[in-house]
């Protein structure tokens, strides 16, 4: 494949995985009440999990999966302290998580 179709393929894998982050985070927040900061919102004010049976089994797993995944989280924190710090002076997500925004050092 020649550089300048490579580029193009790249481009187009992009554009795609961006359309597809910006649904993914829609349906998530739209239907499910789960936004980028992890905050959930309470299940009575969404109407889709009012009538969809489907929709309220997979908000269950997605409260599961966010329990699982602070509970790892800590883990962490517990085992390996000096990791996560130095990780967290780069990951402002991860910062934010572990409430170390203070050590988080980007711009």
Sequence with gaps: MDTKLRG???DLVLAARELLTAEARSLLEGEYGLHQDARL???S???ALRSNPE???TRKRLEIFLVDEGKAGLM???YWPDRVAAKCRTDKSLAFAHDR???YEGA
């Design 101 to 103: 925004m203070h050590l």
């Design 76 to 78: 962490a924190m517990r």
């Design 55 to 57: 929709a309220r089994e």
């Design 8 to 10: 193009r393929v790249h």
């Design 41 to 43: 919102e309470a299940a």
């Design 45 to 47: 004010g969404l109407p």
